[in-house]
């Protein structure tokens, strides 16, 4: 990257990897979604799939759901991985690759011969990202590992859900889509550094780690003697109103206003000043203290607005609040549709789905809209001649069962 680039920002192309070439071994979330990432950010991305197809393909309409998030834009080869013609062709495909991405169960690419260290010696240019569930080194590191399990063991779930309640995981699989892009960061920054190098890397991370880099922010309050965080369902330990949710004449909102200036600016917004020097609530210390009587009185104030007047009145005091929305609500938000996340993936055959685009735009340029998710193995014969097999080379190695 050159310093004081002093082109317009509507001259750059919108594909800042345009020519790199990723290689995706991944199954479900991570690895493939990785590879997503920098295939929606310009890189072209060739999935390599069991002849049966990427595990997500056998666990019904969510794992369907998986493959139309994080595998557009991609060409599938369906490759037995077991048989020498099918590592062949994985190792041409190699050859021509800038980064190499897996997330396959432990020591599974080791076994097949294309882990990192047996691709790396023979490629040393290949950026080699492996996320496994519980890291390469402890005694965890053979063991399987899924998103919730990394939300177990991070402590994630030991401080989510209410205090009298069963541990809850996130509604979602944050920590398989966190890794994903954390993933596709640590890709970034390597192949930035191939460029001063000339040499590749090879990039580690877990679920677990990812977990808990997510927590950062408990985590160091935590090491740095505060008490052991639990779940205390709305609300944060330290602060108040802080998280908060608070019921409205037709739903919830979140509200946060801890900060002193921010909490007169609340009671001033309410008509009730005389809350601003209430000995209970003049400090956050004293919010804190006297939490219970706090949420009484956000009740009181805001349970008679709908959630769209108490966002709206908040607002307008420069106070944090947000509706608490259903996914059917999202959809229908403005905000939603201003953002231009909502793109169309459109397949050979001309059907299409909705989909989420990467959370961030490349100056002025239109977000990627890139084609749905291909069938499995739909790219087979048009990969294959791209690595250099003709036509009868291809039906050998149908006949021989090493392609799909």
């Excluded at 192309?13 to 920098?38: E, F, K, N, S, W």
């Amino acid at each position: 990257m050159k310093q004081n680039d002093n082109t317009p920002e509507t001259a750059r192309p919108a594909t800042p990897l345009q020519g790199v070439r990723v290689l995706d071994l991944g199954q479900y979330i991570a690895g493939p979604g990785a590879a997503m990432v920098l295939g929606e950010l310009g890189a072209s991305v060739v999935k390599i799939e069991p002849l049966t197809g990427d595990q997500a393909r056998h666990i019904g309409r969510y794992g369907e759901s998986m493959l139309r998030s994080y595998s557009r834009g991609k060409q599938s080869i369906a490759l037995d991985l077991k048989s020498e013609a099918g590592r062949e062709v994985a190792w041409r495909l190699i050859a021509d690759s800038d980064v190499v991405i897996q997330n396959l169960r432990p020591g599974a690419a080791e076994a097949l011969g294309l882990g990192a260290q047996a691709v790396r010696s023979r490629h040393p240019r290949v950026v080699y990202l492996s996320i496994t569930g519980f890291g390469e080194h402890g005694p965890s590191r053979e063991r399987p590992g899924y998103d919730v399990a990394a939300q177990a063991e991070s402590g994630l779930m030991a401080v989510t859900g209410e205090p009298d309640g069963l541990p809850q995981k996130v509604g979602v699989p944050i920590i398989d889509a966190a890794a994903a892009h954390l993933g596709a960061q640590a890709v970034l920054a390597a192949l930035y550094g191939r460029e001063k190098t000339g040499a590749g890397e090879t990039l580690h991370t877990s679920l677990l780690e990812v977990a808990l880099h997510l927590q950062a922010t408990t985590w160091c309050d935590y090491l740095g003697g505060a008490p052991e965080p639990t779940r205390i369902g709305a609300g944060q330990p330290n602060n108040a109103p802080a998280a908060e949710v608070v019921p409205t004449r037709d739903g919830h909102i979140v509200l946060s206003a801890y900060a002193d200036a921010h909490w007169v600016r609340f009671c001033h917004a309410m008509g009730r000043r005389a809350l601003a020097t209430d000995a209970r609530f003049c400090s956050n210390a004293q919010r804190v203290q006297h939490r219970d009587a706090l949420r009484a009185v956000l009740r009181e104030c805001l349970s008679d607005l709908s959630s769209e007047e108490c966002v709206a009145l908040l607002g307008r005091h420069q106070i944090v609040a947000g509706a608490v929305r259903s996914y059917r609500q999202v959809l229908d938000s403005p905000d939603l549709h201003a953002s231009g996340m909502l793109v169309d993936a459109v397949a050979a055959d001309g059907s299409h789905y909705r989909a989420l685009a990467l959370p961030y735009r490349l100056g002025d340029a239109p977000r990627a809209a890139p084609p749905a998710a291909p069938a499995c193995g739909a790219d087979t014969d048009a990969v294959l001649a791209a690595c250099g097999y003709g036509a009868s080379d291809i039906a050998v190695l149908r006949r021989a069962g090493a392609v799909g």
